[in-house]
């Protein structure tokens, strides 16, 4: 029996599109299936390349945009775990669920960095932050 999951059918569905044909839309900014596809293939072959292995962690840490359906699709691809954390927790809460939940990759846009940099040296959990 053949085990699959949401990034085997991402990855069998990029290639029988049209390249052009939109996969996510933010306003007036469109990602294309081929660009989510390419670009979720390269985060996941990246987290396993600093050593993020199949069922390990990984934190989102920002409001909803493209990158976080892309970061989605990169986790499906690579067996990764999504950890979701919301925008508006303060640093304790923020700290407790990456402490709690073993991310050992988190991702954060830059409206969160000052957040990030406070918790950085608490966080002995993550090898890698992005």
């Known amino acids: ?6 990034g085997d059918i991402l990855d069998a569905i990029e290639p ?23 670009r ?14 199949s069922g390990a962690k990984v ?11 892309e970061l989605m699709a990169a986790c499906f691809k690579g067996r990764f775990t999504h950890v979701n954390i919301n925008y508006r927790y303060r640093p304790e809460e ?3 669920i990456f402490d709690d939940s073993d991310s050992e990759a988190i991702f954060y846009s830059a409206e969160f960095r000052d957040c990030i940099v406070e918790l950085t040296d608490r966080l002995t959990k993550a090898k890698l932050f992005v």
Do not use: C, Q
């Open 16 to 38: 029988a599109l049209p390249p052009d044909t939109p996969a996510l839309i933010h306003g007036t900014r469109v990602i294309t299936w081929a660009e989510m596809g390419a």
């Open 59 to 69: 934190a989102f840490y920002m409001r909803n945009r493209p990158e976080y359906g």
């Open 94 to 96: 923020v700290f407790y």
């Open 40 to 53: 979720s293939n390269n985060i996941a072959r990246a987290l396993a390349a600093h050593g993020i292995s």
């Open 1 to 6: 029996m053949t085990k699959w999951n949401l």
